[in-house]
């Protein structure tokens, strides 16, 4: 595979940044992605696939799981997996058909919303969004004036933007400074900024720096006004036009779903071994994560309860200014291939 070169530098980056960065559609038919009954995986023709991630639990443990269960295998999938340290650069990827599937946190779901992808998957839902601020700064209405970090486009954006209108506030009363993840680590670990909008595991790092860290707002804050979900996306083309690769891949992330539902620990050990990091490390990442079980993401995608995570996230996204026009999540998330993957 041929990747350009600001896509080869973006999984560099990812690569050398391990421990920081962290609806149902009409959709066109699929040949069946399992093997039949008599028949095997090499009675199937392999498929190349190319899959983006980011280097943490929420976006690696899967992937980790499929390797190592040999479930890509199973699928006659050939898989090369290659890091990066956001969602919107691996959108940029699919675009440009330099990755056929990829994942992405919720701060990034504007982007298939607004049509530059598909979600194919939803993963887990999130918990390890902060806004966070030096000791000594004890209130979102203290950043008044402050200069701010915080990576564009991500769920760490998002964070940020919530609590800003929960006091009252909005980024034109900061200083708001657009960072990569890495940079947001060594400016809080540094004191050059004196908050960021961010995530675990990176804060971790950040902690072992500044042991008084002020968490000043994080995901469960709200609730009851909006869900953090992560999900697994595709390219528009890929989705359109290569049904066989889809399928298999989501009956390939269907298994991974239900092994790491009922194997939490071998997932987190599976993961660290995926990315070359501690267990205790994993771990800690995982505890800021919901997983649900398959049967739980098959009735949610059934009962419509996606679809209104979704258009909770869509409405933010609009107010927020990342999107002019509300978007239907049946255009963008094909729960349909989801659950067809499984029949």
Do not use: H
């Not at 960065?21 to 009954?37: F, H, L, N, V, Y």
């Not at 993961?271 to 990442?285: G, H, K, R």
Request: proline share 5%; aromatic share 6%; net charge negative.
């Amino acid at each position: 595979m041929v990747l350009s070169s600001r896509i080869w530098s973006a999984a560099a980056l990812g690569l050398a940044t391990a421990l920081v960065a962290t609806g149902c559609a009409s959709s066109p038919a699929a040949e069946p992605a399992a093997p039949q009954a008599g028949e095997s995986a090499e009675a199937l023709e392999p498929i190349d696939v190319n899959f983006g991630y980011i280097p943490d639990f929420n976006g690696t443990s899967l992937l980790a799981i499929a390797e190592d269960q040999g479930i890509w295998e199973k699928y006659a999938l050939n898989v090369e997996t290659l890091s990066f340290t956001n969602g919107p650069l691996q959108i940029q990827a699919l675009g440009t058909g330099d990755l056929d599937f990829g994942y992405i946190g919720p701060g990034a779901m504007w982007l298939p919303a607004s049509g530059q992808a598909k979600v194919v998957a939803i993963n887990t839902l999130g918990k390890a969004d902060r806004v966070v601020a030096q000791p000594g700064i004890d209130s979102i209405e203290d950043l008044r004036g402050q200069t701010v970090a915080v990576p564009e486009g991500t769920s760490g954006d998002m964070i940020l933007t919530l609590a800003l209108a929960e006091a009252g506030m909005t980024k034109d009363d900061i200083e708001l400074v657009p960072m990569e993840p890495s940079a947001i680590v060594a400016a809080l670990s540094s004191g050059q900024v004196q908050g960021a909008g961010f995530w675990y595991p990176g804060l971790a790092t950040v902690k072992e720096n500044v042991p008084d860290l002020v968490e000043l707002a994080q995901n469960t804050d709200f609730v009851d006004q909006i869900a953090f979900p992560t999900a697994f996306v595709a390219g528009n083309d890929v989705v359109a036009n290569e049904g066989e690769k889809v399928q298999r891949v989501l009956a390939a992330l269907r298994e991974a779903i239900d092994y790491r539902a009922s194997n939490p620990e071998d997932a987190i050990a599976l993961t660290a071994a995926f990315l070359a990091i501690s267990e205790e490390q994993v771990a800690a990442d995982a505890g800021n994560v919901q997983i649900m079980s398959l049967a739980e993401l098959d009735e949610l995608t059934e009962d419509g309860t996606v679809n209104t995570w979704l258009s909770g996230m869509v409405d933010y996204f609009v107010g927020a200014g990342k999107l002019t026009e509300p978007a239907d999540p049946a255009d963008f998330y094909t729960g349909d291939l989801f659950l067809g993957a499984g029949e």
